[in-house]
């Protein structure tokens, strides 16, 4: 599994501060009639993964409980922004996620077609830098295009 481990008590505040922004943006798109007809785009120019391992939790395999019951891996990993963003009610018409490592890459796109079938013909996994995808994709933006452009990298990757 491709998993990253990175994160702490203020990546869940961040993640859920992103989900509230994304469902009040997406209300204005679904609910406002004169809005319905652009085109929405959303951008992780740090995709990574699609799975983030906390420092707090154990890098051991799960134990099995004694009764039997089988733990969901899911329990083990905290969602990502990718998840996040795929989970909501309100579709963008376009996801557009950048990530640099061709395995983490990898990763998200069989995530991503095995947990939202339904979304993945809206994805687009780029394999390359976010600098220079983000410069080319905003330069192919029309007048009815609109975009989140969700920026959090690891390190001092911008």
Request: proline share 6%.
């Amino acid at each position: 599994m491709a998993e990253q481990k990175f994160g702490g008590p203020w990546t869940e505040k961040k993640l859920k501060a992103l989900e509230a922004y994304l469902k009040a943006y997406l209300r204005i798109f679904t609910s406002n009639p004169s809005a319905q007809h652009f085109t929405r785009h959303y951008v992780d120019a740090f995709a990574g993964s699609g799975l983030r391992h906390t420092h707090s939790q154990p890098a051991l395999p799960l134990k099995l409980p004694k009764d039997g019951d089988v733990l969901n891996e899911a329990q083990a990993f905290m969602e990502g922004s990718v998840r996040k963003v795929l989970s909501l009610d309100d579709p963008f018409h376009n996801y557009w996620f950048i990530e640099n490592n061709v395995n983490y890459a990898k990763h998200l796109k069989d995530s991503i077609k095995s947990e939202f079938p339904d979304r993945f013909p809206l994805c687009h996994i780029e394999t390359q830098d976010s600098n220079e995808f983000l410069i080319n994709w905003s330069e192919s933006l029309g007048r009815n295009d609109r975009a989140v452009v969700f920026l959090d990298p690891y390190g001092m990757q911008v």
